[in-house]
């Protein structure tokens, strides 16, 4: 059962432009929200990461929009760069004994000159 | 460099081997996850240690093990290994937090031929 839906699958965008990503989830007892950078042939890098008590978080260019009722997250990333090229995941955890994450499907972002 | 090590970054055997992954976590964390990033599956939770004990368990297959040392590194042990094991391999670790950020090391690629 997919309890973190993604989308979309891939994003092209122009440089200086403005990226979306949407996740929603299903558990209503996750509490922790990351967003995670992947580069091929690396692990995925922490990006910027929310918890449900706020609407949302700004670290630089990236912005983490959250809707705790319709149970729906997003990432913006602002003034796209040919650099934020990767691919992007959502995820979302319980926190307790066992912080598992449940990972979103990916979205692969490609930022054109 | 999130600062997880992972050995060996590559890794070619044949069906029905057994392989060993080794992770050392960052300095002071206590807990090691280990994740699956497959094409069709994508990144999926293992099994997580917390200070050499088993925490939490996801979709492992009873062929995979895991432990966690006392100097807190921690080995994954894949057995009769099948094509489909063919993925990347993550260890990832926290300090055991109320919301633990995970970082992920530079990954396993395991290949079965």
């Known amino acids: 059962q997919q309890q973190v839906k993604q989308s979309p699958q891939s994003l092209i965008v122009q440089k200086g432009g403005i990226s979306i990503i949407n996740c929603a989830y299903e558990?209503?007892?996750?509490?922790?929200f990351p967003w995670y950078q992947q580069f091929p042939g690396k692990g995925p890098a922490l990006l910027i990461a929310i918890r449900p008590d706020v609407s949302e978080k700004k670290e630089g260019r990236f912005t983490i929009s959250f809707n705790k009722s319709a149970k729906q997250f997003s990432l913006h990333i602002m003034d796209s760069q040919p650099g934020d090229s990767a691919t992007y995941f959502c995820?979302?955890?319980?926190?307790?004994?066992?912080?598992?994450?449940?990972f979103g499907t990916g979205t692969r972002l490609q930022v054109t000159l | 460099d999130s600062g997880v090590t992972q050995t060996p970054k590559h890794l070619i055997t044949a069906t029905g081997q057994r392989v060993t992954l080794r992770c050392s976590p960052r300095s002071g964390d206590l807990s090691v996850y280990w994740y699956q990033q497959s094409l069709d599956q994508g990144l999926q939770f293992l099994i997580q240690y917390y200070n050499g004990e088993e925490r939490a368990k996801g979709n492992i297959l009873e062929r995979f093990s895991a432990q966690q040392f006392p100097d807190l590194h921690s080995e994954l042990n894949l057995s009769s290994l099948e094509l489909g094991d063919s993925a990347l391999y993550f260890c990832a670790s926290s300090v055991a937090g109320v919301y633990n950020e995970q970082f992920f090391g530079p990954g396993t690629r395991l290949t079965v031929l």
């Open positions: 558990n209503t007892a996750f509490d922790y």
């Open positions: 995820a979302a955890l319980e926190t307790g004994t066992a912080s598992k994450l449940t």
